[in-house]
């Protein structure tokens, strides 16, 4: 009994250990980058020379990572509105509607987030050569939203069918009409989903690299299509440091966020 | 409404012909029922036998799939459940979480642009009548089982509806607040005086509580009437044997008991155990048999006594009465004594 309960306690000492491990692996080399955006030295030498903020100042300045920035935050609203405009759209019709083909629907959305990058980007590549459509911030948009829509289609799903259809039957038998049931009972249970949802896609848009290599024009570029341009380039590289670390922590609030909104406000049934 | 009501009316609503079918299920079979305005009426029956169809349809979140629903002598078949004269307190409540409770009664007279003085006023009001006063600004996870309940009465009418239809309304409290609440929703009905349906599959709840009730088996009516003239004489088998408890003979058992062919039916609180040598009186019946179970029950006791001509019955008296004698063990050979009055013929 005894040996047991000691067996186990070693088992958590071991567990602890191996998950400080993985996670000094994940987050030291993130923490090198931040504070290597503050290093004098601009071959990054270790330990740090000096702090500095002047590669900050030039990353400011830089018109180019800006632009790229500019770029970035477009594309990541635009795939944003329309995940969650076709999202919740198909988790309505599959959660309150019967038709044919209902159970392929969650793996057609699914399957753009689960195929290689390399081939959903030619495979657009490809289809906007044949329509004509000219390459730039609208095609990088598309090409994000194939991806994105899972995240709000899921959530919204997932929320739809835990709440059921009586909270809307009961705003209609109370007079409402169906827009004014959508307005008044199920956007309001439904936020906190399209939230959580809307906030990872924007972040899983910021940092998207491959489908956005094969579907931006050349003068059109994204911050992370920046960086990777930029990254050998010896002049460049404290300015790239100086994006990655202010990346960083742009990505963190969002998925910070999401997690915050997706775990209170569930919002049950009574 | 100002449109005149046609001559035929009967009432408030009018079930007629009405048959509904879920893909190959037939949920309710050519239903025809008229409820009066101003009734307590239950629609009584087990699980799946087309009660909340029937109540759905009313409320008019089904469409039947044949037959015509009529609320005030005007066809509502097709009509919205948003353009009914009908609320509905749902089995599961179905209160807005995101909303406190003044909201969540509020949202009638909201989506009907009733001016906000108005509604603040009616529904203080019906928030008293429900005694629930002080309790506007909750939200609905702040509250027991049994103030939500009143919170989506007072939801349904704040709206003053022609009918308020009830589906399984006291089917998630506990049974002391049930029976609070049962007498509590008959004393609320006679005070607001309005059509009051209610689904149940509570046998008690519906003779408690109904002025008239419909028994449902199968998608199909079997009896329509009155508690005790449904619990005195049920039309069929079934509903004697699911109101209440019924002792049912038919067959040869029935010949050699009653003497006559035919469905027979005898309620265990009319029949007596004796001991085989007590004398029987001369106007009643009986027979012998072994005493094979007894279990007490607090202010009943119940024994099965297996008859020699072969059914087998069960017997309730109170645990207080004098008249049978609660002596008598297990196995021991008894005498069963009934009124002839008491034997029920269904068939």
Same mark, same amino acid.
């Given at each position: 009994?005894?040996?047991?309960?000691?067996?186990?306690?070693?088992?958590?000492?071991?567990?602890?250990?191996?998950?400080?491990?993985?996670?000094v692996v994940v987050y030291v080399p993130l923490a090198v980058v931040v504070i290597n955006s503050f290093n004098r030295s601009r071959t990054f030498g270790w330990p740090p020379a000096g702090f500095t903020l002047s590669w900050w100042a030039r990353a400011w300045h830089s018109t180019g990572a800006r632009s790229a920035l500019a770029t970035s935050v477009e594309a990541g609203l635009g795939a944003t509105a329309v995940a969650l405009l076709l999202g919740t759209m198909a988790a309505f019709a599959v959660s309150r509607y019967r038709f044919f083909g209902r159970e392929t629907v969650s793996f057609l959305?699914?399957?753009?987030?689960?195929?290689?990058?390399?081939?959903?980007?030619?495979?657009l590549n490809n289809a906007f050569r044949v329509l004509g459509l000219p390459f730039g911030l609208l095609t990088i948009i598309i090409g994000h939203a194939t991806f994105c829509i899972v995240l709000v289609y899921n959530n919204?799903?997932?929320?739809?069918?835990?709440?059921?259809?009586?909270?809307?039957?009961?705003?209609?038998?109370?007079g409402a009409g169906v827009l004014q049931t959508f307005r008044f009972v199920t956007f309001p249970q439904l936020r906190s989903a399209l939230l959580a949802g809307g906030l990872l896609d924007f972040a899983l848009s910021f940092d998207e690299i491959i489908v956005t290599t094969f579907t931006a024009a050349p003068g059109v570029q994204t911050l992370p299509l920046w960086i990777f341009g930029n990254l050998f380039r010896p002049n460049q590289a404290p300015v790239v440091n100086v994006v990655a670390a202010a990346l960083i922590v742009l990505s963190v609030v969002p998925v910070w966020l999401a997690q915050r909104v997706a775990g209170d406000a569930g919002g049950g049934r009574f | 409404m100002a449109v005149a009501a046609p001559a035929t009316t009967t009432g408030d609503v009018r079930l007629e012909g009405v048959t509904k079918r879920f893909g190959s299920v037939l949920a309710v079979d050519d239903i025809t029922l008229d409820i009066a305005s101003g009734e307590f009426f239950a629609l009584l029956g087990p699980s799946g036998s087309g009660k909340t169809t029937c109540l759905r349809m009313i409320a008019g979140f089904e469409q039947p799939t044949s037959g015509k629903v009529w609320l005030a002598g005007r066809d509502v078949t097709s009509v919205a459940p948003f353009d009914r004269e009908t609320n509905t307190v749902f089995q599961d409540y179905a209160l807005f979480p995101h909303m406190t409770v003044a909201q969540n009664v509020g949202y009638g007279l909201m989506v009907k642009r009733v001016a906000k003085s108005e509604r603040r006023h009616r529904v203080e009001a019906v928030l008293g009548t429900v005694r629930l006063d002080g309790y506007a600004d909750r939200k609905p996870a702040q509250l027991s089982g049994g103030q939500r309940q009143r919170v989506a009465l007072a939801r349904a009418l704040v709206n003053e509806p022609r009918v308020?239809?009830?589906?399984?309304?006291?089917?998630?409290? $506990?049974?002391?607040?049930?029976?609070?609440?049962?007498? &509590? %929703?008959k004393q609320l009905q006679r005070d607001v005086g309005i059509t009051f349906l209610f689904v149940t599959h509570d046998q008690d709840e519906a003779l408690t509580m109904s002025d008239r009730m419909a028994v449902f088996n199968g998608g199909r009516l079997e009896q329509v009437g009155a508690p005790a003239e449904i619990y005195d004489r049920p039309a069929t088998p079934f509903v004697a044997d699911f109101i209440g408890t019924s002792n049912i003979v038919e067959g040869a058992p029935a010949r050699a008991l009653f003497g006559s062919d035919g469905v027979f039916s005898l309620r265990p609180e009319r029949l007596r155990v004796l001991a085989e040598s007590d004398r029987v009186s001369a106007d009643e019946s009986s027979a012998e048999g072994r005493l094979v179970d007894v279990v007490y029950a607090g202010a009943t006791l119940r024994r099965v006594v297996a008859l020699d001509a072969g059914p087998v019955?069960?017997?309730? $008296?109170?645990?207080?009465?004098?008249?049978?004698?609660? &002596? %008598?063990?297990?196995?021991?050979?008894?005498?069963?004594?009934?009124?002839?009055?008491?034997?029920?013929?269904?068939?």
């Open positions: 009994m005894s040996g047991a309960v000691a067996g186990s306690a070693r088992g958590r000492r071991a567990l602890g250990v191996v998950t400080a491990a993985v996670l959305v699914l399957l753009p987030i689960a195929l290689p990058g390399i081939v959903t980007g030619i495979a919204a799903l997932a929320r739809l069918r835990r709440l059921g259809g009586s909270l809307e039957e009961a705003s209609m038998d109370l | 308020l239809l009830l589906d399984e309304p006291l089917g998630a409290l $506990d049974r002391k607040l049930r029976e609070e609440m049962q007498l &509590e %929703l019955f069960v017997v309730t $008296d109170a645990t207080s009465a004098s008249g049978s004698s609660p &002596e %008598l063990q297990r196995g021991a050979r008894v005498r069963l004594t009934w009124k002839p009055s008491s034997l029920y013929r269904l068939g």
